[in-house]
């Protein structure tokens, strides 16, 4: 996703509207947690301001799917993203092996980084935790918080504080 900012910098053009579907490769998910993330929609704008600093306004938005953290069933999580800041605090923030060019600007490992930052730390899915509150075998089961009995020799130490 990269946009050739020369008509920008000499004044040809006043933005560069963005309008972009992409789907990430699974190469691109390794490592993240993330099941697939298809058909992220990308819309904003390239613009440059009165100090001559090209700016971002970017809205990203998406379904991403992740493993349920009980039964593992992949769960969708809709997320939006919206990017606004110069060109020079968005690259300042990622890694040093980006390639920066004066007149190209890249913006995938910017929207990249973004959708990052929106991954849930844990989702469920619909009726696992019913599951979870059924699960028992030989000489085990689950116990929920409603079912835990205090230990009695503990609780006088809650009395002591």
Known sequence: MEF????????????????????FTEDELEGTGLLSLNNVMIKGEITKNA???????????????LPCAITLVPVSHAFKVEIDGSRDELMDEQAENVKKDENILDILPIIWENILMEIPM???????EEKLTNLQGEGWKVITEEEKDINPELAKLKDLL
């Open 4 to 23: 050739n900012l020369l008509r920008l910098k000499n004044n040809l053009e006043k933005y560069i509207n963005i309008d972009l579907t992409h789907s």
């Open 122 to 128: 844990r989702v469920v899915s619909p009726g696992a």
């Open 51 to 65: 100090m001559d600093d090209i700016m971002l306004h970017l809205v990203v938005e998406g379904v991403m799917d």
